[in-house]
């Protein structure tokens, strides 16, 4: 059964980097699939940040494009997701999740619990 | 960005009964290569991730009860529950893929 664990900081100061990184276990991310990064601000709505292919190739939220970096370490089983010049409006929970783009239509089937991190001096 | 817009934002339901929630696209979201639509529905309990209910507009993801099903075309599309039951109280989230970015409908609270 494939599962994801988000782990990371939980407490970023404003205007730094926050740095996540996300551990598979039980499918092996070489072997196909984007993989990828939602956030949820407490009491809000969903909102995709961006995703990877195993092989590289990734694909980012427009309006997060220039704040954000997405990368995979296949040799690990792990991506990781950077969000540089953190604000307040980062705070949220965020999960990695499993990006199924392609013969299944383009939709998220495996999420990690979520790690919530709070950006605050 | 295409912009999801779910109705209503909440709304209650006896045991039993039918569940209907919309969700609007501001633009069309079909896929090139099908001719289907890149539309899914998540249901969120509270304090766990969303768990993908329906793709491609109305194709039960496994292990998803029949109750639940998707229709709709060119940029409305519904999740219907029927005959609600107690654990169906959640959020429901719609949410569509085009030009290489997703976005997601603002949540329905489904009660009882």
């Known amino acids: 059964q494939v599962q994801l664990q988000e782990s990371g900081p939980g407490l970023v100061k404003p205007s730094e980097t926050l740095s996540l990184t996300c551990a598979v276990s039980?499918?092996?991310?070489?072997?196909?699939?984007?993989w990828g990064w939602v956030r949820q601000p407490p009491g809000k709505g969903l909102e995709w940040i961006a995703s990877?292919?195993?092989?590289?190739?990734?694909y980012y939220n427009p309006s997060l494009k220039s704040r954000v970096t997405i990368s995979v370490d296949t040799s690990k089983n792990q991506f990781s997701l950077e969000l540089s010049s953190v604000t307040a409006a980062d705070t949220a929970i965020y999960y990695c999740?499993?990006?199924?783009?392609?013969?299944?239509?383009?939709?998220?089937?495996?999420w990690g619990q979520g790690t919530m991190v709070t950006v605050s001096s | 960005d295409i912009v999801m817009t779910q109705s209503p934002d909440s709304l209650a339901v006896s045991l039993g009964e039918r569940a209907t929630i919309n969700c609007k696209s501001s633009?069309?979201?079909?896929?090139?290569?099908?001719?289907?639509?890149?539309l899914a529905w998540y249901q969120q309990k509270p304090g766990q991730p969303p768990k993908l209910l329906i793709y491609?507009?109305?194709t039960r993801e496994s292990g998803v009860p029949d109750r639940f099903s998707g229709s709709g075309s060119g940029t409305n599309f519904t999740l219907t529950i029927s005959r609600l039951q107690a654990e169906d109280v959640a959020l429901y989230y719609c949410?569509?893929?085009?030009?290489?970015?997703?976005?997601f409908g603002q949540g329905t609270k489904l009660e009882i």
């Open positions: 491609w507009t109305s």
């Open positions: 999740v499993r990006d199924r783009n392609g013969a299944w239509g383009a939709n998220f089937d495996y």
């Open positions: 990877i292919y195993h092989s590289g190739s990734p």
């Open positions: 949410q569509q893929y085009s030009s290489t970015s997703y976005t």
């Open positions: 039980g499918y092996a991310i070489s072997s196909g699939y984007f």
């Open positions: 633009q069309s979201v079909s896929s090139n290569s099908n001719n289907q639509n890149y």
